[in-house]
Structures are given as structure tokens and as C-alpha cells.
């Protein structure tokens, strides 16, 4: 009730922040609109069959080669650099705009952002770059993580073994350890963020003593922010219409990052007032 009670409070002081968040949120529908990795990966499955399975089979068999793992990574590796800098320069100002109002401050709005930008920008994206190449290399890795238990279960289907651990629930373990991997990662960066600009020095170093107070009482949250980021951009793909796809998108990822920013520093700031009284 407090973490409600706080966040409607800092949201109520400077609507601005919706606006801000919004406009995110514009800027990153747009993006998924012309974003090309999505079709190369359709038209990947396309080539093979009309089953996932068989897709994600063929998928690491093509992709996992000495040549194209040479190209991948740096590719990866560029590709993370610059929308972390992207990422930096547009969210920094957000993070200073809600840690400044989370402080009861009433500074001028633009003046906020671009003290947070000024403040906080090589350090947060930093943190976002770290972020993304966590995500891109646990990416890498489903394939090689899901394929065997791929062939268990078709291997058991074809020699007419209807047993459920190997048809069933080899494949919800990899799923379940695949998610719980991407959830921990959220959690390990999603709180570095509000630091940055609550402490000058060593900031992740004291988001991590702050967070372990209350790791497991935030991490059912983060939990269910990742899933319910992971259904929406599956939704969104099932959509045909670009057109409703991007107004349906811009509206759900206003929702999510919305609440992405409430668990981060309304969180963050709820730990830190524990943690300064313990």
C-alpha cells in the first residue's frame, strides 16, 4: 500500500513524468515497427518449416559456426554500444525527473533533465550496456539450451513413448530456468539505475548492500514485469495491422514502463529508507 501510496504521489506532483514516459514509449513502438531482426528471424523459421521446433533446431545448427559466431559478437557487441548510448541519453534525464521528485523536489522540468543527462549519463549507460549484452548472450545461449530437450521430446514421440516427463516437463524446465535466468538478470540491474543518482560513488556496489535486504519481497515483482513484457511483445506480433500494432504498442509499452520506473526507483527508494534504519 505504501509503494502505491508513493508512486501516485510522485506521478500526482509532476504529471510531466507520464508525458516523458509516453513520449519513451513513442519513440520505442516506432523502433519495433522498422525493426529488421524480426522479420530476418520469420523468414529464418520460413526456410525450414512451419514447426517452431524444427525452426529453432535448424536455427542453431546454421547459426553456431565458427564463421558466424566471428561476425555475431561484434556485431552484438556494436549493436549494444549504441543503443546503450541511445538509451542513456534519452532515459537519464527520466531517472533524474522521478529521483528528484521522489526527493520532494520542484526544480523546473527541462532543468531536471538536463541535470540528469549531465549527471547521470555515461553511468547509466553504462548500466544499460552491461544489461543488454546480458540479454543478447543469454539470447545466444536458447538455442543451444532448448535444442536437447527438443530432441528428447520428439525422439520419445517418434518411437511411441507417450511418458509426460519427456514429452512435457523437460520442455517447462527449460522454459522455467530460461525465464528465472532473465528475471534475475532484471533484477540484477533494474535497481543499479535509482543509485546512480542516490549515491556519487561506488553506486552499484551500494545498490547491491541495499537491494539484499528486500531482494526476495521486489523479485516476485520483477518476475511479473518480465512476463508480462515478454506476452506483450509476443501479442504484438501476432497483430497483422502495423498500424494497430503501433498505437496498441505505444500504449501498453506506456503501461509497462510506466511500471517498470514505479518497482526501479519508487522500489529502490522504499529500500533505501529500510536500509538506512536498520
Not at 57 to 73: D, M, P, Q, R, W
Not at 83 to 88: D, P, Q, V
Not at 172 to 190: E, G, N, P, Q, R
Not at 241 to 255: A, D, K, M, N, P
Request: proline letters at 3%; one cysteine or more; aromatic letters at 14%.
Amino acid at each position: 500500500m505504501a509503494f502505491l501510496k508513493t508512486t501516485y504521489s510522485c506521478f500526482a506532483r509532476r504529471p510531466f513524468l507520464i508525458i516523458y514516459i509516453a513520449a519513451l514509449s513513442l519513440f520505442y513502438s516506432v523502433f519495433q515497427i522498422f525493426n529488421p531482426l524480426i522479420g530476418i528471424l520469420q523468414n529464418i523459421s520460413a526456410i525450414n518449416s512451419d514447426s517452431w521446433t524444427d525452426s529453432l533446431v535448424y536455427i542453431s545448427k546454421e547459426l553456431y559456426t565458427v564463421g558466424n559466431i566471428a561476425l555475431l559478437l561484434p556485431i552484438a557487441g556494436i549493436t549494444a554500444a549504441i543503443l546503450a548510448l541511445i538509451s542513456g541519453v534519452l532515459a537519464s534525464g527520466l531517472m533524474n525527473m522521478y529521483y528528484e521528485t521522489l526527493r520532494g523536489g520542484k526544480e523546473n522540468t527541462v532543468d531536471l533533465i538536463l541535470e540528469g543527462i549531465k549527471k547521470g549519463f555515461l553511468k547509466v549507460s553504462f548500466i544499460f550496456l552491461e544489461l543488454y549484452l546480458s540479454v543478447i548472450a543469454l539470447i545466444l545461449i536458447i538455442p543451444l539450451t532448448s535444442v536437447p530437450a527438443i530432441i528428447i521430446s520428439q525422439k520419445t514421440i517418434e518411437n511411441g513413448n507417450s511418458n509426460i516427463f519427456t514429452t512435457k516437463i523437460i520442455a517447462i524446465l527449460t522454459v522455467a530456468v530460461l525465464f528465472s535466468a532473465l528475471a534475475l538478470i532484471v533484477m540484477s540491474y533494474i535497481f543499479r539505475f535509482p543509485s546512480v543518482f542516490y549515491f556519487l560513488r561506488r553506486p552499484i556496489e551500494k545498490s547491491k548492500n541495499v537491494v539484499s535486504t528486500a531482494f526476495w519481497r521486489y523479485f516476485g515483482a520483477v518476475c511479473l514485469l518480465t512476463a508480462l513484457i515478454l506476452m506483450n511483445e509476443f501479442m504484438l506480433l501476432g497483430i497483422d495491422s502495423r498500424v494497430l500494432e503501433f498505437f496498441i504498442g505505444w500504449i501498453t509499452h506506456t503501461v509497462l514502463l510506466a511500471a517498470v520506473s514505479a518497482v526501479s526507483f519508487t522500489g529502490y527508494h522504499m529500500m533505501l529508507r529500510r536500509f538506512r534504519r536498520d
